[in-house]
C-alpha cells in the first residue's frame, strides 16, 4: 500500500515486516528513527515473539546481535557513524563468525571535525570487515532491500549492511509502497540457522584459529562473498517477481547506451544525478549513469559488462579516504584491470559531511570531464579561496592553531562581511 | 515541479508543515518529496524545511535553492538571513505577521514579485485563537491553499488530521479554515 511516509519510520515497519527476533540498539546519537519506531511497533504488542534490548553502547548493540544471532534468532541492530565505529570489533566479529545480522546504517560523517551530516565514510571504513553492502538510492529501495538483506544474510549466513544516507533519506518524506505481511512472508522463510547455541546440543562458535586454519576460514568467507554475487541477483529477481517491482541487485544502468561519459555512484545522489543526464541529453550530450547497490562484494564482471562501451568513467565518492582519493574510484580501477581496453577513469569526491550536490555542479563537472579532463582527485565545489589563505596562513607560523576552528573564523568573516551588505 | 521553502524557528513546526503539505500532494495522486534542512535544531535558531510536488516521481535530492513559493513563519528573519534567495521572479510569498507587508519593511522584496504574490497572513493569531498556541503552520497551509493552489484546502486539512489526531487536529484544521477563508476574500478582493 503507498504512503506518504518517512524513511526512517518507513524502514522500521519494513524490519517489522520481516519478523526480526531480537531488535537491540542503544538509542541515542547517532541514531536514526528506525529503532524508534521499531520500539513502538514492538511496544504495542504488533511484533509477536520480538524482544526489543535496549543496550549501554553500540558495541553492547552488536555484542547482543551475536549472542542473540548465535543462539538461533534472527537479528537486527542500526546504527551510523561514530557508532558504527564503536562496534568495530564486533562488526568484524558478526562477520567472521559466519552470523546473518542485518544491520542499517543511515550514512554520515565519521569526525573529526565533529559532523553529524551524511556521507558514506562509516560504511567505508568497514568495507573489509566481511559483510555484506548494499546502498539504497531511494527510500522505496531502503524499505526493499531490508526484505531482501535478511534472505540474502540467511541463506548465505553472511552479516549484511545496508547502507542507507543519513538524513537525506532517512528524514525524507516521500511515496513508499509498504508490502504486506503475506507477500514478506512468502519471499523470506522463518530463520533456519547453520549453526546455533543449543544446550541440549553443546557446540562451541568462536574458536581460536592459528596459522594452520586462519587463511582458510577467510578464504572461505572470501568464496562467501564471491557466491553472494549470483545469490543477489537471483534474490532480486525474485524479489520482482513477488513484489512487482525491481530493487536492489548488483547494479542498475541508466542511459549508458552510447554514452561517451558514464558516472558510477552509489546511494542518493543517483537520483540527481539522473535528472543532470535528462537535462544534458536535451542538450545534445550523452551521459550515463551506472548506480552501484551492491559495494560488497564488489560486482567487477557486472560493472566491466556495464562500462564495456564507455570511454571515460567519471566514479563519485562520498567519502574520501585521506591518504588515497575515493575509495569506490580505487575499487573500480582495479575491477578495469579486468577489461582489454579499459575506459579512462576521473575520480570526484562529492557530499562530504552534509555538503549539497546541486544539479549546477554536477553539470559542470560533467562537462569538465569532456573538455579539461583531470587526473587525480577531485572535490567537488571546493571553496579554493577559504583552502589558499589557510594555507598561507600555516605557512606563516608554527604555532598556526587547529584548522576546523581557523575555517570557521574565516567563513563567519565572510558571512558577516555579506550581511552588512544587505539592503535593510 | 512545484518547489516550496519554509523558513521559521525552532518549535514553529517548519518540518512537520513541510510533511504535512507533501502529505496533502500526496492524497491528490501527485508525488511529494519533504525534507528539513539538516542542522543542530534548537528552540528559537532558524529552521528551513522544503517540499518538492510534481506529477512525475522525484529524483533530485539537492536543497531547494530556487522556490516556486516561500512561506515565512517568523518576520523577523528577514533581518537574519536572506529569506528570498533564489525565489523565483514569479514566486510566492506568504509571511506570517498581523501587520502590513510596509510595516515589516520588507517592501523591497515585495517590489520584485508580481503584483499579489507577496501576501500577509496573521497565522500566529489564528493559531492562538483555535489552537491556544502560537503554532503558525497549519493556519499558514491553510493560506498557501488559498494563495498559491497546487494543493486544495480539504487535502490540507486531511494531512493535518493525520499529523495530528484527535481534538488537537480539528483546533488546527479551523486553524486552516480560517486562514484559508481570510486569504481567498483578500485573493477576491
Redesign the interface.
Known amino acids: 500500500m503507498?504512503h506518504?511516509i518517512?524513511g526512517s519510520k518507513a524502514m522500521a515497519q519494513a524490519i517489522a515486516l520481516c519478523r526480526p527476533q531480537v531488535v537491540c540498539a542503544y538509542p541515542i546519537t547517532p541514531q536514526t528513527h528506525i529503532v524508534e519506531g521499531l520500539g513502538e511497533i514492538i511496544r504495542e504488542g504488533e511484533l509477536d515473539n520480538c524482544e526489543f534490548i535496549n543496550v549501554e553502547s553500540e558495541f553492547a548493540a552488536l555484542s547482543v546481535a551475536i549472542g542473540a544471532s548465535a543462539a538461533g534468532a534472527r537479528a537486527y541492530t542500526a546504527t551510523a557513524s561514530q557508532g558504527l565505529l564503536f562496534m568495530a570489533e564486533a562488526v568484524y566479529n558478526a562477520a567472521g563468525l559466519g552470523l546473518p545480522i542485518v544491520m542499517t546504517l543511515g550514512n554520515r560523517a565519521i569526525g573529526a571535525p565533529i559532523n553529524?551530516?551524511n556521507d558514506h565514510s562509516d560504511s567505508m571504513a568497514m568495507r573489509e570487515s566481511g559483510w555484506l553492502q548494499l546502498f539504497a538510492e531511494?527510500n522505496q529501495e531502503a524499505v526493499d532491500l531490508h526484505i531482501i538483506a535478511f534472505r540474502l544474510a540467511e541463506e548465505l549466513s553472511v552479516p549484511t549492511m545496508v547502507c542507507v544516507d543519513g538524513?537525506?533519506l532517512t528524514?525524507?518524506?516521500?511515496?513508499v509502497d509498504l508490502p504486506e505481511q503475506a507477500q514478506v512472508d512468502a519471499y523470506l522463510p522463518p530463520y533456519e540457522p547453520v549453526q546455533s547455541l543449543d544446550p541440549n546440543d553443546p557446540i562451541s562458535i568462536g574458536a581460536m584459529v592459528g596459522p594452520e586454519a586462519f587463511t582458510e576460514v577467510r578464504y572461505l568467507q572470501y568464496y562467501k562473498q564471491q557466491q553472494a554475487l549470483g545469490l543477489i541477483e537471483q534474490l532480486s529477481d525474485e524479489f520482482a517477481e513477488l513484489f512487482g517491482r525491481a530493487s536492489g541487485g548488483l547494479l542498475r544502468t541508466y542511459n549508458v547506451e552510447d554514452a561517451e561519459l558514464v558516472v558510477v555512484a552509489m546511494g542518493?545522489?543517483c537520483?540527481?544525478i539522473?535528472?543532470v543526464i535528462d537535462e544534458m541529453a536535451a542538450d545534445g550530450v550523452r551521459v550515463g549513469l551506472v548506480t552501484l547497490t551492491t559495494f560488497r562484494p564488489f560486482p567487477t564482471e557486472a560493472l566491466n559488462a556495464a562500462l564495456s562501451d564507455a570511454k571515460d568513467v567519471l566514479v563519485i565518492d562520498r567519502s574520501l579516504d585521506v591518504g588515497m582519493g575515493g575509495p569506490l574510484a580505487s575499487n573500480v580501477a582495479i575491477a578495469l584491470r579486468e577489461m582489454l581496453r579499459p575506459p579512462q577513469l576521473f575520480s570526484a569526491i562529492a557530499g562530504l559531511g552534509?555538503r549539497?550536490?546541486?544539479?549546477t555542479s554536477l553539470h559542470r563537472l560533467f562537462r569538465q570531464a569532456a573538455i579539461q579532463p583531470w587526473s587525480g582527485v577531485h572535490f567537488l565545489d571546493l571553496n579554493e579561496r577559504v583552502i589558499a589563505r589557510e594555507i598561507h596562513r600555516r605557512g606563516k607560523s608554527r604555532r598556526a592553531g587547529p584548522t576546523a576552528e581557523a575555517i570557521l573564523k574565516q567563513l563567519g568573516q565572510e558571512r558577516a562581511a555579506r550581511?552588512a551588505r544587505?539592503?535593510? | 515541479m512545484f518547489q516550496v521553502r519554509i523558513h521559521g524557528r525552532g518549535g514553529q513546526g517548519v518540518v512537520t508543515a513541510?510533511?504535512m503539505l507533501?502529505?496533502a500532494a500526496?492524497?491528490e495522486g501527485k508525488?511529494?518529496?519533504?525534507?528539513?534542512s539538516?542542522g543542530?535544531e534548537r528552540t528559537g535558531a532558524p529552521v528551513v524545511a522544503f517540499c518538492r510536488i510534481s506529477d512525475k516521481e522525484?529524483?533530485?535530492?539537492?536543497?531547494i535553492?530556487e522556490p516556486d513559493a516561500l512561506i515565512v513563519q517568523d518576520p523577523t528573519l528577514f533581518?537574519a538571513?536572506?529569506v528570498t534567495e533564489g525565489l523565483e521572479s514569479d514566486g510566492y510569498l506568504i509571511v506570517n505577521t498581523a501587520r502590513s507587508l510596509a510595516e515589516i519593511?520588507i517592501e523591497?522584496i515585495v517590489a520584485k514579485l508580481p503584483a499579489g504574490r507577496a501576501i500577509a497572513a496573521p497565522a500566529t493569531e489564528l493559531a492562538l485563537k483555535f489552537i491556544n498556541r502560537p503554532s503558525p503552520n497549519t493556519a499558514l497551509l491553510g493560506a498557501f491553499a488559498a494563495h498559491v493552489g497546487v494543493v486544495s484546502l480539504d487535502s490540507v486539512c486531511e494531512a493535518i488530521r493525520r499529523a495530528f489526531p484527535g481534538k488537537m487536529g480539528e483546533a488546527n484544521v479551523e486553524a486552516a479554515k480560517a486562514a484559508y477563508a481570510l486569504i481567498a476574500a483578500k485573493v477576491a478582493a
Open positions: 503507498l506518504q518517512e553529524i551530516w531511494t538524513f537525506i528524514h525524507a518524506v516521500e511515496r542518493s545522489i537520483g540527481t539522473k535528472d552534509g549539497p550536490v546541486p544539479k550581511l544587505m539592503p535593510r | 513541510a510533511e507533501s502529505v500526496f492524497l508525488h511529494a518529496q519533504a525534507f528539513p539538516f543542530s522525484i529524483r533530485l535530492r539537492e536543497p535553492q533581518k538571513l536572506d519593511q523591497t
